[in-house]
C-alpha cells in the first residue's frame, strides 16, 4: 500500500512520514506485519532469535491492545480511534479504521491467544519454524484488520485474506496423513461461501457508489434487495460460524491442525462470523433481519442439540471440543438474534469466554499430544496419578466449558437465554437442553482421560505440566474468573454500542 502511494506523481516526502505517523490503532494493526518482514532477514541457522523476537513482539502488541481498552470511551457508540485515507486513488474505497464497543473485545483477545500460539508450538514446532512464526504473524495483522476495517470491500478482503495462512498452518504443520484434505476442505468451504457476499458487495457498490461502511448504515435499501442481500451475507457468515449443516469443515481442520492452529481457530476465527452478523447483517438490513429470525431461531436449535449429541459419541480428543464449539457458537447465534439487550451482549460475552475456554481447552489436549502422541480417548485413564496439576487445569476449563456459575461460560450464557426466553420461549427452553447435553459430555470426557486405571504402561512416565506450560495456562484462568466474577467490567463496554445497535434496527 505505502509503494503504490509513492509510485503517484504528486508523492512528497512530507506525505510520506504522515503515513508512518501512526496512530495506535494502526500500530496494533501493523506491528506483527512488520515483525514477519523483519524475520525473512534472519538466517534459519538463528531459529532461536526469530522466536524470541516474534514472542515480544506479540506480547508488546496485546500491552498495546490494552491500552487501546484502557483509552476506550465506554460512554459513546461513535467509532474511535478513527482513521481513513484511500486505498485506490481516484475511487471511494476507503482503508477507514475504528473501533467500538462491538469490537475492542476481540481484538484484545487476537493479541492475546497469539503469544499463547507461538509459545505451545515452542518446541514441537521443528521445521520451518521461521515460516511457523511469519504465518501467526501475519495471520494476526489479518484478523484484527477485519474487526477495525469500516469499509466493506476492505472488510471482505481481509475476511477472506485470513484463510491464506491458515490453511497453510492446517497444510504444512498438521498432525496426520489427512491434513491436506482437511486444509483444502476448510480452504473451500469457506471461500465458496463468501463469493456471494462478494456480489452482494458490487450490487451495493452499484447501487450506492460507496462501500462505506458509516454511509451504508445512512443508506435504505427495498425490503426485497435487503432480503436478497441478507442471504448473501448469510451464505459467508454461516459457513464462518459454523451452522449447520455447513459445519462439516471445522472438526476435520481441528483434528488436523497442530495445537497453535486449533487455538487461534476455536478462538477467533469463529467469531468472525457472528462478529459479521453484529456488524453488517442486523444494522445494514433490518427488515430482512426480522424476517429470516425464526430461520436462525430453527438452525440455531438444531445445531445445539445436534452438536451436542455427536459430541457424546466421538472418540477423538479434538473432534469432541470441535463440536462442543459448534454448539457453543450456535448459542451465540441465538442470542444475537433475539435482538434484544440482554441477548446481543450475552452473546458477546460468550464469544469472548468461548475464545478463552475452547482455546485453553485445546491447549490442554495439545499438552496431552506431545506426551503421547495419540488423541484417542480409549487409550487415556488415570492421567491424576502421573499429572495432578494438569488434571486440575483440565478439570477448571472443563467447568467453564459447562458454564458453571462463578465462570464465564455461565454470564453469557445466562444471558443469551434470557434473552432468547423473552422472543420466544419454546426454542429457548429447546436451547436450554444444550446444557445438560454439554454436562454430559464434558464430565464424561474428564472422567476418562483424568480417573481410573492408567491404560498403557508408557503413561505412567508422563510429566506433569512444566514452568513454560503452567504460565501459558495462568492468563486463561485469570481472564476465565475475572469475567465470571465481575462481568460488568465487559458488559460497561458493550452497552452503548450495543443499545445503538438495537435502536438503529428499530427492534426495541
Known amino acids: 500500500g505505502f509503494l503504490s502511494f509513492a509510485c503517484r506523481k504528486d508523492f512528497s516526502l512530507k506525505e510520506s512520514f504522515s503515513m508512518f505517523n501512526l496512530s495506535l490503532l494502526s500500530t496494533i494493526l501493523f506491528l ?41 470511551d465506554y460512554g459513546t457508540a461513535k467509532f474511535q480511534f478513527f482513521e481513513s485515507f484511500y486505498w485506490l486513488p481516484n475511487s471511494n474505497i ?26 505451545v508450538g515452542w518446541y514441537s514446532i521443528k521445521k520451518n519454524v521461521k515460516e511457523y512464526l511469519i504465518a501467526f504473524l501475519v495471520l494476526e495483522s489479518f484478523m484484527i484488520a477485519v474487526f477495525c476495517m469500516l469499509d466493506l470491500l476492505i472488510f471482505y478482503v481481509f475476511f477472506e485474506s485470513v484463510l491464506i495462512p491458515m490453511f497453510l498452518i492446517i497444510g504444512v504443520w498438521g498432525s496426520r496423513e489427512r491434513k491436506i484434505r482437511a486444509a483444502y476442505q476448510f480452504f473451500l ?16 457498490h452499484f447501487q450506492t457508489g460507496t462501500t462505506d461502511y458509516q454511509i451504508l448504515l445512512a443508506t435504505e435499501f427495498s425490503e426485497k434487495r435487503q432480503l436478497l442481500l441478507w442471504l448473501a451475507f448469510f451464505a459467508s457468515f454461516a459457513v464462518k460460524v459454523p451452522m449447520v449443516p455447513v459445519h462439516i ?30 456488524r453488517f447483517s442486523i444494522p445494514m438490513f433490518p427488515e430482512a433481519t426480522l424476517f429470516y429470525t425464526p430461520l436462525i431461531y430453527t438452525m440455531s436449535v438444531i445445531a445445539i442439540i445436534y452438536a451436542s449429541l455427536t459430541t457424546l459419541r466421538q472418540v477423538d480428543l479434538k473432534k469432541i471440543i470441535a463440536y462442543s464449539s459448534v454448539a457453543h457458537m450456535n448459542y451465540v447465534t441465538l442470542g444475537i438474534f433475539s435482538l434484544n439487550l440482554q441477548g446481543i451482549e450475552g452473546s458477546l460475552l460468550l464469544m469472548l469466554s468461548h475464545g478463552l475456554v475452547s482455546s485453553a481447552l485445546f491447549l490442554c ?8 502422541h495419540t488423541r484417542l480417548v480409549k487409550y487415556y485413564g488415570g492421567a491424576v496419578q502421573t499429572m495432578p496439576i494438569f488434571s486440575l487445569i483440565f478439570l477448571f476449563f472443563t467447568l467453564g466449558n459447562i458454564s458453571l456459575p462463578g465462570t464465564s461460560s455461565f454470564v453469557g450464557e445466562f444471558l443469551i437465554l434470557a434473552g432468547a426466553f423473552q422472543t420466544n420461549p419454546f426454542a429457548g427452553t429447546l436451547a436450554a437442553s444444550g446444557m445438560i447435553f454439554g454436562t454430559a459430555y464434558s464430565m464424561w470426557l474428564f472422567n476418562r482421560v483424568i480417573f481410573g486405571n492408567i491404560k498403557t504402561e508408557s503413561f505412567s512416565s508422563f510429566a506433569d505440566l512444566n514452568r513454560r506450560e503452567v504460565y501459558m495456562f495462568l492468563p486463561f484462568i485469570f481472564g476465565v474468573l475475572w469475567m465470571g466474577l465481575y462481568p460488568e467490567m465487559f458488559l460497561e463496554g458493550m452497552h452503548v454500542s450495543v443499545a445503538n445497535l438495537i435502536q438503529q434496527g428499530n427492534f426495541s
Open 32 to 72: 506483527p506485519l512488520f515483525t514477519s518482514a523483519f524475520l525473512l532477514f534472519i538466517p534459519n541457522s538463528k531459529v532461536r532469535i526469530a522466536k524470541n523476537i516474534a514472542l515480544i513482539s506479540s506480547c508488546f502488541n496485546f500491552i498495546l491492545s490494552l491500552l487501546l481498552w484502557v483509552r476506550f
Open 94 to 119: 476507503h482503508f477507514v479504521l475504528g473501533v467500538d464497543g462491538l469490537s475492542i473485545y476481540f481484538i484484545v483477545l487476537t493479541t492475546f491467544l497469539i503469544p499463547a500460539c507461538l509459545l
Open 189 to 204: 468451504y469457506t471461500l465458496f461461501g463468501s463469493v456471494l457476499m462478494l456480489l452482494a458487495i458490487l450490487l451495493i
Open 365 to 372: 489436549v495439545g499438552c496431552l499430544y506431545e506426551r503421547s
Open 249 to 278: 469443515w471445522l472438526p476435520e481442520a481441528h483434528v488436523e491442525a497442530p495445537t497453535a492452529g486449533s487455538v487461534i481457530l476455536a478462538g477467533i476465527l469463529l467469531k468472525l462470523g457472528t462478529y459479521g452478523f453484529l
